[in-house]
Nanobody, 121 residues
Framework: QVQLVESGGGLVQTGGSLRLSCAASGSIFSTNAMGWYRQAPGKQRELVAAISSRGSTKYADSVKGRFTISRDNANNTVYLQMNSLKPEDTAVYYC???????????????WGQGTQVTVSS
């Protein structure tokens, strides 16, 4: 089965940086689009960033210019570099993947367990 395991979450002050990692195992290959969603308490899930098999990227307007998604296909790993963090970024962040052949910019077929990111003011 496909498994996605996030790591790197934690507590950081406003303006700080954090790097999330997602290790993929199972039937996940370089052809899969991958991404990051987040969900804050009482709010709907939000697509933060997505990356295609070829490296094309898409970001939510709220994080554009501050976050960077990247992938290491050789190691089946995706990263989310988060800079200039704000309290509004506080949420559980989920690593996701999409089956090949679908729209790459909304990868939501497979989900990890999530990692908590808390930004203090």
């Amino acid at each position: 089965q496909v498994q996605l395991v996030e790591s790197g979450g934690g507590l950081v002050q406003t303006g700080g940086s954090l790097r999330l990692s997602c290790a993929a195992s199972g039937s996940i290959f370089s052809t899969n689009a991958m991404g990051w969603y987040r969900q804050a308490p009482g709010k709907q899930r939000e697509l933060v960033a997505a990356i295609s098999s070829r490296g094309s990227t898409k970001y939510a307007d709220s994080v554009k210019g501050r976050f960077t998604i990247s992938r290491d296909n050789a190691n089946n790993t995706v990263y989310l570099q988060m800079n200039s963090l704000k309290p509004e970024d506080t949420a559980v962040y989920y690593c996701t993947a999409e089956r090949p052949g679908s729209r790459w910019d909304k990868p939501d077929d497979y989900w990890g367990q999530g990692t908590q990111v808390t930004v203090s003011s």
